[in-house]
C-alpha cells in the first residue's frame, strides 16, 4: 500500500503563486507516476497535471499549461505542483494520485491506484 498526503493548499489572491505538495509513504517505491487532479463541487474531477517518478518528466493539462509546473523529488517521492498567475477559476480541492504504471497510460483517473484526500485551493478575486 502507499498513502499520499498533500500540503501546502490555501488562500491566495488572484494573480498569486501557491504550491502544492504530495509525498507518499509505503510501498513508493513501486511508483511510476504521480498526479495532480481538482475538482470543484458540481463538477468531475479534472485532470492537472503529472510527472514522471522515474525520469521526471511532466505532463500539464491545456488549462494549466505554462503556469503550472509540476516537480519531483525521487529521493523520498514527492511531488510539487506550483501554480502561478492563479485565477479565481482555479480554485478547487486539488488531489494527488499515483500509479504504478508509466506515464504512458495516460491521464484517466481510473489508471491511478492511491489518492491523497485532498487540499483545498481558494483564489480571491
Known amino acids: 500500500q502507499v498513502q499520499l498526503v498533500e500540503s501546502g493548499g490555501g488562500l491566495v489572491q488572484a494573480g498569486g503563486s501557491l504550491t502544492v505538495s504530495c509525498a507518499a509513504s509505503?510501498?513508493?517505491?513501486?511508483?511510476?507516476?504521480m498526479g495532480w487532479f481538482r475538482q470543484t463541487p458540481g463538477k468531475e474531477r479534472e485532470f492537472v497535471a503529472d510527472?514522471?517518478?522515474?525520469?521526471?518528466?511532466?505532463f500539464y493539462a491545456d488549462a494549466v499549461k505554462g503556469r503550472f509546473t509540476s516537480y519531483k523529488d525521487s529521493r523520498v517521492i514527492t511531488t510539487d505542483l506550483q501554480m502561478n498567475s492563479l485565477e479565481p477559476e482555479a480554485a478547487a480541492v486539488y488531489y494527488c494520485?499515483?500509479?504504478?504504471?508509466?506515464?504512458?497510460?495516460?491521464?484517466?483517473?481510473?489508471?491511478?491506484?492511491?489518492w491523497g484526500r485532498g487540499t483545498q485551493v481558494t483564489v480571491s478575486s
Open positions: 509505503g510501498r513508493k517505491f513501486e511508483l511510476k507516476t
Open positions: 494520485a499515483a500509479r504504478r504504471r508509466t506515464r504512458g497510460w495516460g491521464i484517466r483517473q481510473i489508471t491511478y491506484d492511491y
Open positions: 510527472i514522471s517518478v522515474e525520469d521526471g518528466t511532466p
